[in-house]
């Protein structure tokens, strides 16, 4: 059974080569089976070549007519969508943390109105909006921090919303 791949990827790059030069050819090229060249191809299994078997099978791919590098044009596209994914939340995190040092000040500068003699109680509850509002903006903040550690790495307190130091 034909497995589906995704274009773009280590499986697809590998089916590309291994169309044109042959699992028998691929395995000789970076001395392994054909089951290990099999296995590279099936989206399923993780394994992939290392960086020198890469090298060798795109060159080889390339030494044989093919166009271009298949390998290193799936790690490239895989790396771009990475970079842009990573660059997108630092710029969400960028936008929560002014968010909330606008929403903070708003509910300092509320606060202090209400301490001058004679506040209406109008001003407080102002303030209470003020505040709630600054406290769902940090919230807001935590969780887009807690996105930037490694997946691993967040406890279970961490993800109820207890902070470990």
Known sequence: MTQPR??????????RIVGLLHAS????????????IYNWINPVH?????????????????????????????????????VVEQSACQIELSNDIGNVARECGDAIASGIVIT???????????????????????ARLIGRL??????DTVSRGEMSGELHQ
């Not at 050819?25 to 290990?36: F, G, L, N, P, Q």
């Open 46 to 82: 993780e394994a992939t070549p290392n960086l020198m078997q890469a090298l060798a099978l795109d060159a080889a791919y390339h030494a044989a007519g093919g166009e271009g590098a298949p390998i290193h044009e799936a790690y490239a596209y895989q790396l771009d969508l990475a």
């Open 146 to 151: 807690k996105g930037f550690l490694p997946r």
């Open 6 to 15: 995704e274009p773009l990827t280590i499986s697809d790059a590998l089916t």
């Open 116 to 138: 001058q003699p004679g506040a209406d109680p109008s001003l407080v509850h102002h303030a209470l909006v003020q505040a709630n509002e600054a406290q769902s903006a940090v």
């Open 25 to 36: 050819k691929a395995a000789e090229i970076v001395d392994r089976s054909e089951t290990t």
